[in-house]
C-alpha cells in the first residue's frame, strides 16, 4: 500500500491555467508538507501544516494555495501557472519530530 | 539555507564501502543529522539520523564526529542500486515543528 500518494504524476498545462495536485497519506502522520525541486534539482519546502494548521509558510507566491480538509490529505492549488513554475512537487508526511515519508512526486510542466 | 555542505560527486566500486561526507560546522546542541537519497527522479528516502552518537541500521551507519561538526554515511557493500543523490541534512527546529533543509546532495556513482 502507497504510504504517501500524489496524483496526478504528469501534469502538462498551459500558462495562465489554474491546477491542483492532490497528496494523500495513510500513515496517520500528523504534519504534511510541500517541497518544489526544480531544474536545478534542488529540494525546498514550500509549506507544513500540522492537524490541519498552516505551520510553515515559505517565501512562495500566493498564487501557491494549500488546502488540508482533514489532516491525511494536504493539496496543492495553483492560480494562473507560469512558466517558472514547472518543477516536480514533492508531498511528505511525518509525525512530530520523526522522518518524512516523501511521495513519488508531480512532474508538472508549464507550456 | 542549507547547513551542510557535501561533496557534488563520488564514486566508488561495486561490493566496496561508500564513504560519504558531511560538514555542518554550525550545527546546534539539538539538532539531528539527517540522510537521505534520491534515486533518479524518485521521492527521496530516509535512511538514518542521529544526535551525537554513532549509528546503525540495515542500510548504512552514521558516524558523527564528537565535536559534531562533521559525520560520514557509510554504505557497507555498495550495489549498484545505491547510484543515486545523497543529501545530508540538519533538522531545524521551529516553534511546534521542525523543518528538513535540502542541500545540493552529492551525487554517488557506483562503479561495476
Known amino acids: 500500500d502507497t504510504a504517501v500518494s500524489q496524483t496526478p504524476k504528469y501534469l502538462v498545462t498551459q500558462m495562465g491555467n489554474d491546477k491542483s495536485i492532490k497528496c494523500e497519506q495513510n500513515l496517520g502522520h500528523d504534519t504534511m508538507y510541500w517541497y518544489k525541486q526544480d531544474s536545478k534539482k534542488f529540494l525546498k519546502i514550500m509549506f507544513s501544516y500540522n492537524n490541519k494548521e498552516l505551520i510553515i509558510n515559505e517565501t512562495v507566491p500566493n498564487r501557491f494555495s494549500p488546502k488540508s480538509p482533514d489532516k491525511a490529505h494536504l493539496n496543492l492549488h495553483i492560480n494562473s501557472l507560469e512558466l517558472g513554475d514547472s518543477a516536480v512537487y514533492f508531498c511528505a508526511s511525518s509525525q512530530v519530530q520523526s522522518r518524512y515519508t516523501f511521495g513519488s512526486g508531480t512532474r508538472l510542466t508549464v507550456v | 539555507d542549507a547547513k551542510t555542505t557535501q561533496p557534488p560527486s563520488m564514486d566508488c566500486a561495486e561490493g566496496r564501502a561508500a564513504n560519504l561526507p558531511c560538514n555542518h560546522s554550525?550545527?546546534?546542541?539539538?539538532?539531528?543529522v539527517y540522510w537521505y537519497r534520491q534515486i533518479h527522479s524518485q521521492g527521496p528516502q530516509y535512511i538514518i539520523h542521529?544526535?551525537?552518537n554513532n549509528e546503525t541500521n540495515e542500510m548504512a551507519s552514521l558516524i558523527i564526529t564528537e565535536d559534531r561538526k562533521s559525520s560520514t554515511l557509510i554504505l557497507p557493500h555498495a550495489t549498484l542500486r545505491d547510484t543515486a543523490v545523497y543529501y545530508c541534512i540538519v533538522r531545524v527546529s521551529l516553534d511546534s515543528s521542525y523543518k528538513l533543509i535540502f542541500g545540493s546532495g552529492t551525487r554517488l556513482l557506483v562503479r561495476p
Open positions: 542521529g544526535l551525537k
Open positions: 554550525t550545527i546546534s546542541g539539538n539538532e539531528y
